[in-house]
């Protein structure tokens, strides 16, 4: 089975068990300026669960477009070291607004995950949370499910909430047991080990209470459900692969990086880390510029800025000196265009868009490697192991280099990168900027220029954006 066939199936089942299939939305959240990224199914559904919308269904399920890049729930710097995490992947998602509960959605999950998709039971585990003893008893009564296997976890991974107040409630998840070959292999790894053997498959969160000011939890009148599962994991779980990376969802992407660089992926561990994130970040490149982000100097544009930058850095680590992204994007769109079509339409932009960014870093991205490496050598001279928040902002200054970019090179050569440090210097030039120059936000623009950039006029925004940012860079 191909992603893309996991895909089809998961919205097959949930439709046919009476779901209404709901296109993904966009990853810049309509109407919610608190949010960088869409980052889950959820979240184009807030306002049916919060009861202030009411669609004409009461179920519904999605394959939805995510970014957890910045913002709370931030992946970025897991990509490259983790199997499981990336900065865009698809998170497919069956709801239920205040109709079935938890017995039919632990019913639904085990049935697509051990008929559809064929997940031996054996392999399987879930999490309840802690007082769960209805999620616990109802597990208890799936007979393939051995025992044992149903393991209560703190409020940490287990209970989930919209917000300090408002709906929240108990989760359950499902995790796979990929034996030990795949994890950390300490003696004490079991489920909750942030290593990869006991992968987590899927989140059932069951939206039982509300919050209030106070803390306290009251009954919701209509409980409802809300689940998460990453298309990335199952998929690769489903072809025997231990990383995502290996699944036939990345292989055209991956392929064609080690294509342009002249290298074979599997070849050598930085080889394989290189190739992994420069297709992860192409991913997230080209979905985010085609639903309109750009990269900039500050909120969204400045998390697209980099993660581009990040994978031409990573480029270069493989000997790419010249704008290869372009390509890349373009076989993307190859993988891609199918379930996401609107993709085909950003062609143009994207190339563009990429072409600009790349040629300007790489303009300084050698000079900044060599200052870089100078000052970790100085450093290492003199028995130091870390790298200063002032010197990183230095390089973020004159070269426009991201810090993640410096905390990857450093712990290639076992230092450490004083990030805290880096962001305290971007916060004096921050307040200083602010003083002398006054930014115009979103909200402070007229609202033909807003209407205009929800029909989907961005190109304007483009131009507006690039004078008006300041910096090198920018
Ligand atoms: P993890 O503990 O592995 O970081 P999570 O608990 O943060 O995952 P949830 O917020 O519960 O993830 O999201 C629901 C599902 O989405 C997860 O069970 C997983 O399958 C998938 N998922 C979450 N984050 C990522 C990511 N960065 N890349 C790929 N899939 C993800
Ligand atoms: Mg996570
Ligand atoms: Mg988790
Ligand atoms: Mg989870």
Same mark, same amino acid.
């Given at each position: 089975?191909?992603?893309?066939?996991?895909?089809?199936?998961?919205?097959?089942?949930?439709?046919?068990?009476?779901?209404?299939?709901?296109?993904?939305?966009?990853?810049?959240?309509?109407?919610?300026?608190?949010?960088?990224?869409?980052?889950?199914?959820?979240?184009?559904?807030?306002?049916?669960?919060?009861?202030?919308?009411?669609?004409?269904? =009461?179920?519904?399920?999605?394959?939805? @477009?995510? #970014? %957890?890049? *910045?913002? +709370?729930? !931030?992946?970025?710097?897991?990509?490259?070291?983790?199997?499981?995490?990336?900065?865009?992947?698809?998170?497919?998602?069956?709801?239920?607004?205040?109709?079935?509960?938890?017995?039919?959605?632990?019913?639904?999950?085990?049935?697509?995950?051990?008929?559809?998709?064929?997940?031996?039971?054996?392999?399987?585990?879930?999490?309840?949370?802690?007082?769960?003893?209805?999620?616990?008893?109802?597990?208890?009564? =799936?007979?393939?499910?051995?025992?044992? @296997?149903? #393991? %209560?976890? *703190?409020? +940490?991974? !287990?209970?989930?909430?919209?917000?300090?107040?408002?709906?929240?409630?108990?989760?359950?998840?499902?995790?796979?047991?990929?034996?030990?070959?795949?994890?950390?292999?300490?003696?004490?790894?079991?489920?909750?080990?942030?290593?990869?053997?006991?992968?987590?498959?899927?989140?059932?969160?069951?939206?039982?209470?509300?919050?209030?000011?106070?803390?306290?939890?009251?009954?919701?009148?209509?409980?409802?459900?809300?689940?998460?599962?990453?298309?990335? @994991?199952?998929?690769?779980?489903?072809?025997?692969?231990?990383?995502?990376?290996?699944?036939?969802?990345?292989?055209?992407?991956?392929?064609?990086?080690?294509?342009?660089?002249?290298?074979?992926?599997?070849?050598?561990?930085?080889?394989?880390?290189?190739?992994?994130?420069?297709?992860?970040?192409?991913?997230?490149?080209?979905?985010?510029?085609?639903?309109?982000?750009?990269?900039?100097?500050?909120?969204?544009?400045?998390?697209?800025?980099?993660?581009?930058?990040?994978?031409?850095?990573?480029?270069?680590?493989?000997?790419?000196?010249?704008?290869?992204?372009?390509?890349?994007?373009?076989?993307?769109?190859?993988?891609?265009?199918?379930?996401?079509?609107?993709?085909?339409?950003?062609?143009?932009?994207?190339?563009?868009?990429?072409?600009?960014?790349?040629?300007?870093?790489?303009?300084?991205?050698?000079?900044?490697?060599?200052?870089?490496?100078?000052?970790?050598?100085?450093?290492?001279?003199?028995?130091?192991?870390?790298?200063?928040?002032?010197?990183?902002?230095?390089?973020?200054?004159?070269?426009?280099?991201?810090?993640?970019?410096?905390?990857?090179?450093?712990?290639?050569?076992?230092?450490?990168?004083?990030?805290?440090?880096?962001?305290?210097?971007?916060?004096?030039?921050?307040?200083?900027?602010?003083?002398?120059?006054?930014?115009?936000?979103?909200?402070?623009?007229?609202?033909?220029?807003?209407?205009?950039?929800?029909?989907?006029?961005?190109?304007?925004?483009?131009?507006?954006?690039?004078?008006?940012?300041?910096?090198?860079?920018?």
């Amino acid at each position: 089975m191909t992603g893309n066939d996991i895909r089809k199936q998961f919205l097959a089942y949930f439709a046919d068990k009476g779901h209404t299939v709901v296109e993904s939305s966009p990853l810049v959240p309509h109407d919610d300026p608190t949010l960088l990224f869409t980052n889950a199914g959820m979240v184009q559904f807030k306002r049916v669960f919060m009861g202030e919308e009411k669609p004409d269904y =009461v179920r519904a399920v999605t394959s939805q @477009r995510c #970014v %957890r890049a *910045g913002g +709370k729930h !931030n992946d970025l710097e897991n990509v490259g070291y983790t199997a499981r995490h990336h900065t865009f992947f698809e998170m497919l998602g069956n709801f239920s607004f205040g109709d079935y509960f938890k017995k039919d959605a632990i019913h639904y999950a085990w049935d697509f995950l051990t008929k559809e998709v064929g997940l031996d039971p054996q392999k399987l585990w879930v999490s309840v949370f802690d007082d769960d003893d209805e999620a616990f008893g109802l597990w208890e009564k =799936v007979k393939e499910l051995p025992p044992g @296997r149903i #393991v %209560r976890m *703190g409020e +940490k991974d !287990n209970f989930w909430a919209m917000g300090d107040t408002g709906p929240c409630g108990p989760c359950s998840e499902i995790h796979i047991d990929q034996g030990t070959e795949a994890g950390c292999g300490r003696p004490d790894c079991k489920l909750g080990c942030d290593c990869d053997r006991f992968l987590e498959i899927w989140n059932l969160v069951f939206m039982q209470f509300n919050r209030s000011e106070d803390g306290s939890l009251t009954p919701l009148p209509k409980p409802s459900i809300d689940t998460g599962m990453g298309l990335e @994991r199952i998929t690769a779980v489903t072809q025997g692969k231990f990383t995502n990376y290996d699944s036939d969802l990345f292989s055209g992407i991956i392929t064609a990086i080690a294509d342009v660089a002249g290298v074979r992926y599997g070849s050598e561990p930085a080889v394989n880390t290189a190739l992994r994130v420069i297709a992860d970040h192409s991913r997230a490149t080209t979905f985010l510029v085609a639903d309109g982000v750009l990269p900039s100097n500050e909120g969204r544009g400045y998390v697209l800025r980099r993660i581009m930058r990040r994978a031409i850095r990573y480029g270069r680590s493989l000997g790419l000196k010249k704008p290869f992204l372009g390509g890349i994007i373009e076989a993307v769109i190859a993988e891609m265009g199918e379930p996401y079509p609107h993709l085909h339409g950003a062609r143009e932009l994207l190339a563009k868009v990429v072409y600009n960014e790349e040629v300007r870093f790489l303009e300084t991205l050698d000079h900044g490697l060599a200052m870089l490496h100078q000052e970790m050598k100085r450093l290492q001279e003199a028995g130091e192991k870390e790298v200063s928040g002032d010197f990183i902002f230095k390089l973020y200054d004159t070269y426009g280099f991201p810090v993640d970019i410096v905390k990857d090179i450093a712990i290639e050569k076992g230092m450490l990168a004083d990030e805290p440090g880096f962001n305290a210097a971007m916060e004096v030039q921050r307040s200083q900027s602010k003083k002398s120059w006054k930014s115009t936000s979103l909200a402070e623009m007229g609202p033909g220029v807003r209407a205009l950039l929800d029909k989907g006029v961005r190109t304007r925004f483009v131009g507006y954006e690039m004078r008006h940012h300041r910096g090198l860079i920018g």
